[in-house]
């Protein structure tokens, strides 16, 4: 990357608030976690003020089976039954959060581990029962950010996690895909960023750096993008139409991949953007 184009960004970004979400598929591998986070410590050091949200689907799979039960999913979205809510409980409210700050901590990273349930930060309700059942499943109603913007101003790093209560204290389980998006939409993000396993959308072998959302939205009605790409995709697409003016798909195994399109031009994955937001994009 040139220094001129880094330091445009630099410029550019600092000050604004950048919300990343990161898979049970990144937090499984410390090296891969471990170069994520001190990209994450780059911008920090450069002004740019970061949310975390993690998912952990593989480690709530791999222990569900440990306990001889069998995880349900539909269309991509996870179905949370007894079991599956005590499973999500363990990983989400424990173990997947303390081994990102143990790791923050050698790191020299100040991480704070925040959920639904803290702060007041999520209103949340039971998911309706009436076209399917998903069980113990919330969905966000409102957020209330205030939580995440006194962490921050403190030079911390908060790390939420997707579990939610609802007014009768019942605990669901949210897609971390839906919190990050709900997150960035209410703290008013410059940027969202999804780490998956790919490099990006795929259509036909090749990766499609740039999206709009009428694009996007036929991706998803051709077929294209299935699973939990459809529901990234879905949630990229509502995050940019409800004010969040980049939004980014990136194969968070692949090393500093985050710091590849924050600071080049050309990026490292696939941008979700409004058309006129693209005019912008095309002439940096």
């Known amino acids: 990357m040139t220094q001129n184009k ?16 990161i898979g049970g598929e990144v937090v499984a591998e410390s090296s891969v976690l471990r170069s994520i986070l001190l990209d994450i410590k780059n911008l920090h050091e450069h002004g740019i003020m970061v949310v975390l949200v993690h998912g952990g689907g593989p480690q709530a799979d791999d222990l569900s ?15 949370t039954g007894k079991k599956d809510l005590e499973v999500a409980k363990m990983l989400y409210g424990g173990s997947l959060n303390l081994e990102i700050l143990s790791l923050m901590k050698r790191l020299k990273m100040k991480g704070l581990r925040v959920s639904g349930l803290d702060g007041d930060l999520l209103d949340t309700t039971l998911r309706s029962k009436e076209k399917f059942d998903y069980g113990f499943v919330g969905d966000v109603k409102k957020v209330r950010p205030q939580v995440l913007f006194d962490l921050m101003e403190k030079g911390y790093l908060p790390v939420v996690s997707p579990l939610g209560v609802t007014n009768d204290g019942v605990i669901v389980n949210i897609n971390a895909d839906t919190i990050a998006t709900e997150v960035a939409t209410a703290v008013g993000a410059e940027k969202m960023v999804f780490f998956t396993n790919t490099d990006g959308v795929m259509s036909a072998g090749k990766l499609l750096r740039t999206l709009t ?21 879905e949630n990229c697409i509502d995050a940019v139409k409800r004010g969040v003016k980049r939004v980014h798909i990136l194969n968070g195994l692949s090393p500093h991949s985050l ?4 600071y080049t031009k050309r990026g490292a994955g696939t941008m979700i953007i409004l058309d006129r937001e693209k005019e912008i994009y095309n002439h940096e």
């Open 65 to 79: 089976r440990q306990l001889g039960h069998t995880p349900m999913k539909k269309d991509g979205r996870r179905i």
């Open 213 to 233: 959302c009428e694009q996007a939205q036929k991706i998803i009605k051709r077929g294209i993008a299935i699973g939990g790409m459809k529901v990234k995709l």
């Open 259 to 262: 710091l590849g399109e924050i």
């Open 6 to 21: 880094k330091h445009f960004y630099l410029h550019k970004f600092a000050g604004t608030v950048f919300v990343l979400k």
